[in-house]
């Protein structure tokens, strides 16, 4: 059976299998362009953006952890597409993570002074504003030629969601040449939730690495465990409940190879403890310390605040807030360390000032790196008297490194006196030592 059709004053004829065949190809076509135009909304970064409630497809952005690539960020020299991370096993850690926060048995959100009911239900790689100033954007890094970084984060009883966020927004915004491993150290977590299904989760994830110490041993020695398991040239020390920004690491190792005798830290943003909100103070700050060897916060001088945005610049800090700080690993090694006779948390990043201006070294703050923190009244817990144990701290570093200041650090009181004198001397001897 055929058909004639008149073409441009042409009469064609069609057989009937040809009508066929061209019904078919327009019904195949047809389906296949809806079936694109639905992936490319759904894939699309748009519903990756922070979501009042947690989308089953959408809780973080594709990892390949099969070949431990990325998806590309600006900067990264990353060659994988969004498309062709999408493999099974992102999959499998996108079930696995669900899987966790819906099955986890955990204390009120009272108990950890945040809000955890709105972080569980946040996606995990949500978008949050670039932060940093106008300048910052234009500069570019060779990744050729800066090292790789390890970060270490501690955690005890730490938010499960919190805390893959953290994990999470270093894996997503860090360029994959840069970042050699993620060290995480559980001290002795008792929360169900951080034992089997953290490790069913870690072991899914690129680069990340989970050790755990059989006691308490606080902040300070747990972040000197992870330290020592590193061995990239940079070593950073992040808390559990922090967010990377894009392009945060570059700047960051850029400066430790131009000035290798420094601590220094990224500019650090806040994140709402109850909203999640991300934003950047209104004013430019950097950090201190009263007498009574408290951090504290002193405003930036007008005229240096607006060099610092007006050109990217970093500027010195007396101290480090302590949430998220870089070294590197070989003038560490040469100035001793963070001080592991100081207990759990508190005093650690005043010390460390002390320690890296009195032996010739800089601190700065560095504007194009930002980094967002969770405030929180006591960012560690605690086994025992939290302002005992933070005040035994003070005491050991104000007679370490002040010398004759001391006596405005001591208030008149007898008790902090005789601790004081209780005090092991050690760590005088390593201040002597660094001369």
Not at 4 to 30: D, E, N, T, Y
Not at 395 to 422: C, H, S
Request: charged share 25%; hydrophobic share 40%; proline share 6%.
């Amino acid at each position: 059976m055929t058909m004639r059709v008149r073409l441009m004053g042409q009469v064609i004829h069609l057989h009937m299998p040809s009508i066929q065949w061209i019904i078919k190809a327009l019904f195949v076509g047809v389906l296949l362009f809806f079936i694109t135009n639905y992936l490319s909304k759904t894939t699309d970064r748009g519903p990756l953006k922070t979501e009042s409630k947690r989308s089953e497809d959408s809780l973080f952005r594709p990892l390949d952890v099969a070949t431990n690539q990325k998806p590309p960020v600006a900067g990264s020299g990353s060659h994988m597409s969004a498309m062709e991370a999408g493999n099974v096993k992102t999959r499998l850690l996108m079930q696995v993570q669900r899987d966790i926060l819906r099955n986890q048995k955990r204390p009120p959100d009272d108990t950890y002074n945040i809000n955890v009911t709105l972080s569980d239900n946040t996606s995990m790689d949500r978008e949050i504003p670039d932060t940093r100033p106008e300048v910052c954007r234009t500069f570019s890094y060779d990744v050729d030629k800066l090292p790789a970084a390890t970060v270490v984060i501690p955690f005890y009883n730490e938010a499960l969601s919190m805390l893959l966020r953290t994990i999470h927004s270093i894996l997503w915004r860090s360029p994959d040449k840069l970042l050699a491993k993620i060290i995480l150290v559980d001290d002795a977590s008792t929360r169900e939730y951080l034992k089997e299904p953290l490790d069913r989760y870690v072991r899914l994830l690129p680069k990340v690495e989970l050790i755990r110490n059989e006691h308490r041993e606080g902040l300070i020695r747990s972040r000197m465990r992870g330290y020592r398991l590193a061995t990239s040239k940079v070593v950073l020390f992040q808390d559990a409940h922090t967010e990377c920004n894009v392009g945060w690491l570059e700047p960051l190792l850029d400066d430790l190879m131009k000035h290798p005798q420094s601590v220094i830290q990224p500019f650090v943003d806040g994140v709402d403890r109850l909203t999640l909100e991300f934003a950047a103070p209104p004013t430019y700050y950097r950090g201190a310390f009263s007498w009574d060897l408290r951090y504290t916060w002193l405003r930036l001088p007008e005229h240096e605040q607006i060099r610092s945005i007006e050109t990217g610049q970093p500027f010195f800090t007396p101290t480090v807030v302590g949430c998220a700080l870089a070294v590197r690993k070989d003038y560490f090694d040469h100035i001793g360390w963070f001080d592991e006779g100081l207990n759990v948390w508190g005093g650690e990043n005043i010390e460390l000032g002390f320690r890296t201006w009195m032996c010739g070294g800089r601190v700065v703050t560095i504007t194009c790196s930002r980094v967002g923190h969770v405030f929180k009244e006591f960012p560690y817990q605690f086994d025992g008297n939290k302002e005992e144990i933070v005040q035994k701290n003070l005491i050991r570093v104000a007679e370490t490194w002040m010398d004759g200041w001391k006596k405005y650090f001591y208030p008149d009181n007898p008790g902090v006196r005789l601790q004081a004198a209780r005090a092991e001397r050690g760590r005088t001897e390593v201040a002597r030592r660094t001369d």
